[in-house]
């Protein structure tokens, strides 16, 4: 594999962090790094986002339409401090047969500066990572749009019809 990052693009609502978390269960066995994101829903209506430690030792409610905060992300409060102690403890480029998941890359690291940090350290890595990143270019995470750029960095684009697919194609890169 030349790129060692592998990122994952896709409208809004199409199942990029359940691809993901589907995976991750494929790679069971495999030390996985980072961060996945769940979304939160009343009904119809998205509430909010938790933000969850791949290895299970840290996560909460990320972003919440009634949480009170200096940052907002649109019409979510967000829990910066959470963001930015997950990022910091999980995408350290410390294990050299560990996957580093990153979901997502978009607001979090423009409003953290030792996010950013840790997140394009990993980046420009060896370490293998799989990340998602928004997909429409609005002017509000041109960080994400740079990542999207590299020249070290695959595109995987998230369809109705490729999605299920895309579960064993990603996992099977990294089996072996």
Same mark, same amino acid.
């Given at each position: 594999?030349?790129?060692?990052?592998?990122?994952?693009?896709?409208? %809004? +609502?199409?199942?990029? %962090?359940?691809? &993901?978390?589907?995976?991750?269960e494929? &790679?069971?066995g495999?030390?996985?790094?980072?961060?996945?994101?769940?979304?939160?829903?009343?009904?119809? @209506?998205?509430?909010?986002?938790? =933000?969850?430690?791949?290895? +299970?030792? $840290? +996560?909460?409610?990320?972003a919440?339409?009634?949480?009170?905060s200096e940052?907002?992300? +649109?019409?979510?409060?967000?829990?910066?401090?959470?963001?930015? @102690?997950?990022?910091?403890?999980? =995408?350290?480029?410390? #294990?050299?047969?560990? /996957?580093?998941? /990153? $979901? *997502?890359?978009?607001?979090?690291p423009? %409003? %953290?500066?030792?996010?950013?940090?840790?997140?394009?350290?990993?980046? $420009?890595?060896?370490?293998?990572? /799989?990340a998602?990143? @928004?997909?429409?270019?609005?002017?509000?995470?041109?960080?994400?749009?740079?990542?999207?750029?590299?020249? $070290?960095?695959?595109?995987? *684009?998230?369809?109705? #019809?490729?999605? *299920?697919a &895309?579960?064993?194609? /990603?996992?099977? @890169?990294?089996?072996?």
């Amino acid at each position: 594999m030349t790129a060692t990052n592998l990122i994952v693009i896709g409208p %809004s +609502g199409i199942g990029k %962090s359940m691809l &993901l978390a589907r995976v991750a269960e494929r &790679l069971a066995g495999r030390t996985i790094r980072g961060f996945n994101s769940a979304s939160m829903w009343d009904g119809d @209506r998205r509430i909010g986002w938790r =933000l969850d430690a791949c290895d +299970g030792s $840290d +996560g909460g409610v990320f972003a919440h339409r009634d949480m009170t905060s200096e940052t907002r992300m +649109g019409s979510y409060g967000t829990d910066r401090a959470l963001y930015k @102690r997950i990022v910091l403890a999980q =995408l350290v480029p410390i #294990d050299t047969n560990a /996957i580093y998941f /990153i $979901d *997502e890359i978009g607001f979090g690291p423009e %409003s %953290s500066p030792p996010a950013y940090e840790a997140t394009v350290a990993l980046l $420009d890595s060896p370490a293998q990572v /799989i990340a998602i990143a @928004r997909y429409r270019d609005d002017g509000r995470t041109p960080f994400a749009e740079a990542v999207k750029c590299r020249p $070290d960095a695959e595109l995987i *684009e998230v369809s109705l #019809d490729n999605r *299920e697919a &895309l579960v064993d194609q /990603i996992a099977g @890169r990294f089996l072996h």
